[in-house]
């Protein structure tokens, strides 16, 4: 099977291009094997680019457990890139059916193997049942109490967390928390803790934002089914419209995660668009199945 592993601000995929062969038979079970950093190709999943009816191609996306996401942000521009790329849709506006619905992008190629692509990623879901996450009443989940992170830990101190929540879904859900320092967030343990605890019936992204100014953040990620990632696209979007709710940050705003910078903008009604690069690093045949 042939495969192009590729990289949005540094939240890497196995992407398996459908136009030019048949799609795995089994994905699901295959994301955990080919995702393997030590005994497969490495990388935080499995994305599957598939002819679509109703777009230029269809994306799959496999958490690197092998669990379906409806929508992976940084997946999705460079999903947008190989289509480009590859021939299948011509620079400029790009649509990409998702599980969040069809995606308009614009794809703007910056090398034979890279792109900057801004993604409009739909208007947020805000109230609690559509997120899902349960115990904050109806309505908004804003600067909410969150039983998931528990009584109070010396972490807490260490980081100035905030531990009140607020909650919001860019078609999967996330949670969104701030903190003076997020390096010293042990996320490795707490995101986890979060992720799975009974509030989410669908599980969740965790972040940890760090407020530098009124248009400048730092964050860190713990991804659904996959982990601490360098990057979260539809999370720094959901991030942005967590500051806006909160009145912690503006309507545009540059997300730095230690894998690179995002750029968003939602002003308060509406999409949120996201800007950022999309990169290939190189391509391989799989033998593994």
């Known amino acids: 099977m042939k495969f192009v592993k590729m990289h949005g601000a540094a939240n890497d995929y196995v992407y398996v291009d459908c136009f030019a062969g048949p799609a795995p038979a089994d994905p699901a079970a295959l994301a955990p094997r080919i995702a393997d950093r030590h005994r497969g190709v490495g990388g935080d999943g499995l994305i599957l680019v598939v002819p679509s009816l109703r777009a230029a191609a269809r994306m799959r996306m496999f958490n690197a457990d092998g669990s379906e996401s409806e929508m992976c942000g940084n997946g999705v521009r460079c999903v947008a890139h190989l289509v480009v790329a590859r ?4 620079p400029g506006t790009v649509t990409i ?3 969040r619905g069809v995606l308009t992008l614009d ?3 910056t090398g034979p193997r890279q792109s900057q692509v801004r993604v409009d990623m739909g208007p947020p879901l805000l109230d609690a049942a559509d997120i899902p996450v349960t115990g904050c009443g109806r309505g908004r989940v804003v600067d909410a109490a969150c039983a998931a992170v528990g009584p109070r830990e010396p972490w807490w101190d260490a980081c100035g967390l905030d531990p009140r929540m607020t909650c919001v879904s860019m078609g999967n859900p996330h949670a969104i ?12 343990t707490v995101g986890p803790r979060i992720e799975r605890h009974e509030s989410f019936p669908r599980r969740v992204n965790v972040h940890f934002v760090e407020v530098l100014a009124s248009d400048h953040v730092r964050m860190r990620t713990w991804e659904r ?3 601490i990632t360098l990057a979260c696209g539809t999370g720094a979007s959901a991030v942005c419209v967590a500051g806006v709710l909160t009145g912690r940050t503006g309507p545009r705003l540059a997300a730095d995660l230690p ?21 290939e690093v190189f391509e391989g045949i799989w033998y593994g199945d």
């Open 87 to 90: 021939g299948h849709a011509r």
């Open 97 to 99: 059916e998702t599980g």
């Open 107 to 109: 794809v703007r190629p």
């Open 177 to 188: 928390f701030y903190c003076r320092d997020v390096a010293a967030v042990p996320l490795e």
């Open 225 to 227: 089914g996959s982990g």
């Open 259 to 279: 894998g690179g910078r995002l750029d968003l903008e939602w002003q308060g009604g509406g999409p949120v668009f996201m800007t950022g690069p999309a990169e």
